[in-house]
């Protein structure tokens, strides 16, 4: 295909807690970052994914894409949580005309809700190891309400929506284009945002689980809110600035601790229950993401529990970066939260 400046999409992750948004150019030879921004959004306007305030998001959004001067208007965004169920199915293997037929036909009894109210999309993984006449397919189920809620979102913003991504498969896509990968690696790919945590454990970049949990800094914003009785605005001001700058530290600290080790728990559990159920496959790192990275503690604490290295994501890595436009001190801070919005931005106008 003839390239076409036209066809990159300007990647824009809706999260509950911020906007980012990222412009990339891209040649043969070179991805050249070309925008990044970010600006919160108020508490209460996404809630568990859902959009509760058009209007506001709307014009979040509307003024991100002007503060950064982005004029272009088609854009990749993505969905995650409850209402987007990921799923890798056992079935059959068939002629290629059936097998949107076989697949549809088969997603009933993995999705637990009606099939008339969910999109259905899918990925064939490979043979199963186990059977040879089987094949391994990754099902994506969407509902459509939750679609229709985004279009019209990005609508009211003045943007097309040209993609509708999965938050955890557009990390993956810019994850794969960072170096570091050794091919033997099982790689847990984690995401900690504000409302909810997605794990995705890759084998030479294909996933073998994926799984998203409630689990997020929603949690320690609560405990500021009720420990200092404050609103969730000012919570959010205690958590973001240095420590020793809160009310009191030590309290915030405790909650800090508190919550990074519900976290380790519960990763761990997945963790383990994926190792047992794959005749021991350990997993060998750990790559974090999301604004959980900035709890001091949470990566170390995580690292001892499954005994593995974990490092905080570096997307930008893999990207030419001008750097009178965007500061080292700029892209250190902003790193844990832009990875969905570079994975987003990856993406062009006819990739499935
Ligand atoms: N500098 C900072 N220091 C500490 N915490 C921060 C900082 N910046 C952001 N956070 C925390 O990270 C959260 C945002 O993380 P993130 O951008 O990953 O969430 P999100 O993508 O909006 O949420 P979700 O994906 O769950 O919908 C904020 O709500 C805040 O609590
Ligand atoms: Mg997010």
Redesign the pocket.
């Known amino acids: 295909m003839v390239f076409s400046k036209k066809d990159h999409l300007v990647g824009l992750?809706i999260?509950?807690?911020?906007i980012?948004v990222a412009e990339l150019q891209i040649s043969k030879k070179k991805k050249t970052l070309k925008k990044f921004g970010m600006a919160p959004?108020t508490p209460g306007a996404?809630v568990e994914?859902r959009i509760m305030d058009m209007e506001e998001v709307a014009q979040t959004i509307r003024s991100l894409f002007r503060s950064q001067k982005i004029r272009k208007k088609n854009v990749a965004i993505s969905t995650?949580g409850h209402s987007v169920v990921i799923k890798t199915i056992n079935t059959a293997k068939v002629p290629e005309k059936n097998l949107q037929e076989t697949i549809t036909a088969e997603a009933e009894q993995y999705i637990p809700y009606d099939m008339e109210d969910v999109n259905i999309d899918y990925q064939i993984l490979g043979e199963s190891r186990f059977a040879p006449d089987q094949m391994n397919v990754l099902l994506v189920a969407v509902k459509k309400d939750l679609v229709a809620e985004y279009m019209e979102l990005t609508a009211s913003a003045g943007l097309n929506a040209k993609i509708i991504d999965v938050?955890t498969f557009a990390l993956q896509n810019i994850y794969e284009t960072l170096a570091g990968q050794g091919a033997e690696d099982i790689v847990l790919l984690l995401?900690?945002?504000?409302?909810?945590t997605s794990l995705n454990i890759l084998k030479a970049n294909t996933s073998m689980m994926m799984r998203d949990n409630d689990s997020?800094?929603h949690q320690?914003?609560e405990q500021i809110c009720t420990r200092f009785e404050t609103d969730i605005q000012e919570a959010?001001k205690i958590?973001?600035s240095p420590l020793e700058k809160a009310p009191d530290p030590e309290a915030v600290t405790m909650i800090l601790d508190e919550v990074a080790n519900t976290w380790c728990s519960e990763i761990c559990e997945v963790v383990n229950t994926f190792q047992s159920n794959t005749n021991d496959t350990r997993v060998t790192k750990v790559v974090l993401s999301?604004?959980?990275s900035?709890?001091p503690g949470f990566a170390d604490n995580l690292g001892s529990e499954l005994d593995v290295k974990v490092v905080t994501i570096s997307p930008f890595e893999g990207l030419h970066l001008d750097g009178k436009k965007f500061s080292p001190a700029f892209i250190s801070?902003v790193s844990?939260?832009a990875p969905?919005a570079l994975g987003l931005a990856l993406r062009r106008v006819d990739d499935k």
């Open positions: 992750d999260g509950s807690s911020f980012k959004l996404i994914g995650g938050d995401d900690v945002g504000a409302s909810k997020g800094t320690v914003i959010e958590m973001q999301g604004g959980g900035y709890v801070r844990p939260q969905i």
